[in-house]
C-alpha cells in the first residue's frame, strides 16, 4: 500500500510563487501516475496536472499552462508542483494522488483512475 504526504502550501499575494511536494512511501516499486488535483470551498475537486509512468508525460488544465510544471523526482519518490504567477482564483486545498500504471494526457484527468490520495495542502494566494 501506498502513503502520500503532500507539503510547501502557503499564504501568497498574488504573483507569488510557490512548489508543493508530494513524497510517496510504502509499496512504490509499481510503476505509478501521479496527478495533483485540488478543491476550493463549494466546488468539486479539479485536475491540476498531471505526470504519467509513461516517459513522464505531462498535461495542465487550461488556467495553469505556463504557470504550473510538474516534475517527478523517481528517487526521492517525490513529485513536484512549481506554482508561479498565483492567482486569487488558485485558492484551494492541493491533493496529490496515484494511479497504477501509464496515464495518457487525456486519461490522467479523469479523476476516478486515481486510488490512493494525501490529506491535502492548503494554498491561499490574496490580491
Known amino acids: 500500500q501506498v502513503q502520500l504526504a503532500e507539503s510547501g502550501g502557503g499564504s501568497v499575494q498574488t504573483g507569488g510563487s510557490l512548489r508543493l511536494a508530494c513524497v510517496a512511501s510504502g509499496r512504490t516499486h509499481s510503476p505509478m501516475s501521479v496527478a495533483w488535483f485540488r478543491q476550493a470551498p463549494g466546488k468539486e475537486r479539479e485536475f491540476v496536472a498531471g505526470i504519467s509512468s509513461l516517459r513522464g508525460a505531462t498535461g495542465y488544465r487550461d488556467s495553469v499552462k505556463g504557470r504550473f510544471t510538474i516534475s517527478r523526482d523517481n528517487a526521492a519518490n517525490t513529485v513536484y508542483l512549481e506554482m508561479i504567477k498565483l492567482e486569487p482564483e488558485d485558492t484551494a486545498l492541493y491533493y496529490c494522488?496515484?494511479?497504477?500504471?501509464?496515464?495518457?494526457?487525456?486519461?490522467?484527468?479523469?479523476?476516478?483512475?486515481?486510488?490512493?490520495w494525501g490529506q491535502g495542502t492548503q494554498v491561499t494566494v490574496s490580491s
Open positions: 494522488a496515484t494511479a497504477v500504471g501509464a496515464t495518457t494526457t487525456t486519461s490522467m484527468r479523469v479523476i476516478k483512475l486515481y486510488n490512493t
